[in-house]
């Protein structure tokens, strides 16, 4: 699939563990200034006082949100309902809702924050038995907002 470039709006499809069915998150492109800042503010190193150890922080779930939500431009539509009533994006949509950032980012955070850390994930070298078409399975299940922790374990 070719890259989009210019001001487009992206799709990315992100597993939903309270429904365990998946949801499309629309969002823009971050700027190159995005990028940086995120990366900046992913991981921060510290030295403490006159000692040599080094403190790491990592970025926390609220300030992935924060970010994460500036990007966001849309949801799918009929996923979310409040009370009877659909919570919608679109104006002019039938329940279409001012508001519906601060909704989702209230009942739905963990969504926004996979769409951030998707988002801003980076670029990497793509492994040898992937090919250019359609990536490994492991590939696809990350571009659905799955993320695979296995090689973070000991």
């Not at 890259?3 to 992100?14: A, C, F, Y």
């Not at 499309?24 to 991981?43: C, D, G, I, T």
Request: glycine residues 12%.
């Amino acid at each position: 699939m070719p890259r989009k470039i210019g001001n487009v709006t992206n799709e990315l499809k992100v597993f939903d563990p309270q429904t365990g069915e998946t949801v499309s998150l629309f969002y823009r492109k971050p700027s190159n200034k995005e990028k940086a800042s995120w990366q900046a503010k992913a991981v921060k190193m510290f030295n403490t006082g006159g000692s040599r150890k080094t403190r790491f922080e990592v970025m926390g779930f609220e300030e992935k949100m924060e970010i994460g939500l500036t990007l966001l431009v849309g949801i799918q539509e009929g996923y979310f309902i409040r009370g009877e009533m659909p919570v919608s994006s679109t104006p002019g949509a039938k329940g279409y809702c001012t508001d519906w950032k601060e909704i989702i980012a209230e009942e739905a955070g963990e969504l926004i924050v996979s769409m951030a850390d998707h988002v801003f994930g980076g670029a990497r070298i793509a492994d040898e038995d992937e090919d250019q078409k359609g990536g490994t399975e492991q590939t696809k299940n990350s571009q659905e907002g799955s993320i695979d922790i296995s090689a973070l374990k000991e």
